[in-house]
């Protein structure tokens, strides 16, 4: 913060803190409407149906992961080691799904970990345009995926002008953002943030070049191709129709849900509301919805006290190794 930007008064934190709350209650209220809608033995039958298909959403996870952390390593100039580099996304992906902060409260346990490696402004930067890419790529094939679903599916004329609306602005909006990452600006914000996490600002503002970037969507394309084996373990686990054209659509539907009500911490309430709704939609039994929402939302919960329990492993080492 420079001496030109007047400091976050107490009565905006407390807002925002206030804000966080109402919209936590909200979250929980919708969790609990969802659930009461339905007879708790059915949800536990269905729950243990799924049960068996819920380890292989934690291998996709894993899997998507692996190629997350690849394609940072192609943003950090291969300049950190790739097993060192998937710890580091382990335990901020962890904390990204575990802390209530839209998805990005692992991020400054990642700059910290990155600039024993690299530069500050570099590891700023190479977050930032990680960041960008993955939501652009994201944007793009949640609005590609929906409009596929739309000629596969006999949906209600309110839900398609919605549909409609997303995906015109949703492909706008991820176009614009990998248009971005090709600009000096995030190289400009990636120094202006290390200067104030206590770096020099060494780097200079390199553009990233077109080339570059489209063997980095490559990457990224990947990952949200290996993220939607999630509902084919899922639906195949409920014995469910898990063909391309649902997969898709259900994968799509639920990162179009999950990109609206970002404010929402974690999601909670949204997801399960998205699943039910989405179920009913398909002619799916709302049980079975009930519990796929379970088993993604134990598969965040699993995967993010894995990424916690690695930081306290690694801690647990360094103190007993200091070299």
């Not at 000096?184 to 060494?202: A, D, I, S």
């Amino acid at each position: 913060m420079t001496d030109s930007e007047p400091p976050i008064g107490p009565g905006r934190r407390a807002a925002k803190r206030w804000i966080d709350r109402g919209l936590l209650v909200i979250g929980v209220g919708l969790l609990i409407f969802v659930v009461s809608r339905y007879s708790l033995d059915d949800i536990a039958d269905a729950c243990a149906i799924v049960g068996p298909a819920f380890a292989l959403t934690l291998v996709v996870a894993f899997g998507w992961t692996l190629v997350n952390t690849r394609a940072l390593q192609l943003l950090l100039d291969n300049a950190v080691g790739f097993r060192a580099l998937l710890a580091i996304r382990l335990i901020g992906d962890g904390y990204n799904s575990l802390l209530p902060a839209a998805g990005v409260g692992g991020e400054p346990f990642k700059v910290r970990q990155l600039t024993a490696s690299v530069p500050v402004g570099h590891a700023v930067t190479a977050l930032i345009r990680d960041r960008v890419i993955e939501n652009g790529v994201g944007l793009l094939v949640t609005a590609g995926g929906l409009a596929w679903g739309l000629s596969c599916f006999a949906l209600p004329s309110a839900l398609r002008a919605g549909l409609v609306t997303y995906i015109a602005i949703g492909a706008a909006a991820g176009l614009a953002s990998l248009a971005l990452v090709l600009t000096p600006l995030p190289g400009k914000l990636g120094r202006t943030l290390g200067r104030w996490l206590g770096g020099t600002g060494e780097i200079e503002h390199v553009p990233l070049p077109a080339g570059r970037l489209a063997h980095l969507l490559l990457w990224y394309a990947l990952s949200r191709f290996v993220g939607m084996f999630e509902f084919v373990a899922l639906l195949w686990g409920l014995g469910l129709p898990h063909d391309p054209a649902t997969v898709v659509f259900c994968y799509c539907f639920h990162h179009a849900a999950g990109f609206i009500s970002f404010a929402i911490p974690a999601g909670l309430g949204v997801f399960e509301g998205t699943t039910v709704y989405l179920f009913s939609l398909l002619g799916f039994p709302g049980p079975l919805g009930v519990a796929c929402a379970f088993a993604r939302r134990g598969r965040m919960v699993v995967f993010g006290v894995l990424g916690a329990a690695l930081h306290v492993f690694e801690i647990r080492s360094r103190a007993r190794d200091p070299r």
